[in-house]
């Protein structure tokens, strides 16, 4: 059974930084590209952040220089880390694992409530 367990979200004033995991179980993570998504009230999901089973990393424009996303293979766990956060960045942040050759194979987290204001 897979499980994509996030963690880590909260309230934070606008400047603020706050990080938020993922742990993965039941796939073969290094074999899984790892995504953070994010809804805000009203709008589609966006993809925030990837990184690849060879590590490499994308980024939305809106994000670039302030977030960071990484993937521990030891612990079979990503994060994102943001820093000079936005109220604009509130939203459910969404973890996605997808297989990187069968696409199918696609799972999501739960979502974890990230609110930034004063």
């Known amino acids: 059974q897979v499980q994509l367990v996030e963690s880590g979200g909260g309230l934070v004033q606008p400047g603020g930084s706050l990080s938020v995991s993922c742990a993965a179980s039941?796939?073969?993570?290094?074999?899984?590209?790892m995504s953070w998504y994010r809804q805000a009230p009203g709008k589609q999901r966006e993809l925030v952040a990837m990184?690849?089973?060879?590590?490499?990393?994308n980024y939305t424009d809106s994000v670039k220089g302030r977030f960071t996303i990484s993937r521990d293979k030891s612990k079979n766990t990503v994060t994102l880390q943001m820093n000079s956060l936005k109220p604009e960045d509130t939203a459910v942040y969404y973890c996605?694992?997808?297989?990187?050759?069968?696409?199918?194979?696609?799972?999501w987290g739960q979502g974890t409530q990230v609110t930034v204001s004063s």
């Open positions: 990184v690849t089973t060879s590590e490499i990393t």
């Open positions: 039941g796939i073969s993570f290094s074999t899984y590209a």
């Open positions: 996605n694992a997808r297989h990187w050759l069968i696409t199918a194979r696609d799972y």
